[in-house]
Structure formats: structure tokens, C-alpha cells
């Protein structure tokens, strides 16, 4: 977890403070858990490490049908609602850029919409 905060050099003041939540690099045989429900994804970015094999296992917390479509790496997995489905797959050896969605219609325009990245 990346943990980000600014001081506003005032004692008296509270300091404010941003937290964002990305997936670490993945290592052999790791499962990533990723949580759907309308309409986002979370955790909200992958990072896969290349050359490994990883399984997604999408948690369905939503009340519809949602997928992980990643046509990139040819991985598609999808679960009802409130169901769990994953996909296993073995990541490129080359580093990457990919996006990840969910390919119900109007699903990604909503904000299922997500980045990956391959680290070499």
C-alpha cells in the first residue's frame, strides 16, 4: 500500500493525507483477488510480474453478471452476482502496458474500466 501525506507546516492544523491502494507486483503462482461491483473494480490497477503464472479470481460483490475482459493477454473470466470465478494465466516475458474492463455493455463506460502494467 502506497501511503501519501502532506504536513501544512501549521501545528494546529490537520494535516491531510491521501491513500491509494495498487495490487504489487505479482510473483509465481500468486493469486490476485479483484472485488466487482457496480461500477468499479477494486483494486483498480495490476501489476503482473513477466514470465509468471498468476490466477485472477474475480469476487462478484455486485447485484450483476460483471467480467474481466483483458483481450492483451487473451484472458476473459466473468461471475454472477454475488459469485467467484478465476482464470489462471501465464504473464508475457515482455514488459507492457494493458487495460483491463469489464465488457458488459455500458459496464466499462460506467468506470469498469482499469490499467495494468508488466514488469520485466
Not at 505479482?26 to 473494480?41: K, L, P
Amino acid at each position: 500500500m502506497l501511503v501519501v501525506a502532506a504536513c501544512t507546516g501549521d501545528d494546529d492544523a490537520a494535516a491531510p493525507s491521501t491513500t491509494t491502494q495498487v495490487t504489487p507486483t505479482t510473483s509465481a503462482g500468486a493469486v490476485i483477488e479483484i472485488s466487482a461491483e457496480e461500477f468499479a473494480f477494486d483494486p483498480a490497477e495490476l501489476r503482473l510480474a513477466a514470465g509468471t503464472e498468476v490466477t485472477l479470481r474475480l469476487v462478484n460483490d455486485g447485484a450483476i453478471l460483471h467480467n474481466i475482459d483483458i483481450p492483451e493477454l487473451g484472458v476473459f473470466v466473468e461471475a454472477q452476482a454475488g459469485t467467484t470465478a478465476e482464470v489462471t494465466l501465464t504473464v508475457p516475458g515482455a514488459p507492457a502496458l494493458f487495460t483491463w474492463f469489464c465488457s458488459i455493455p455500458g459496464h466499462r463506460e460506467a468506470g469498469m474500466d482499469a490499467a495494468g502494467t508488466i514488469n520485466g
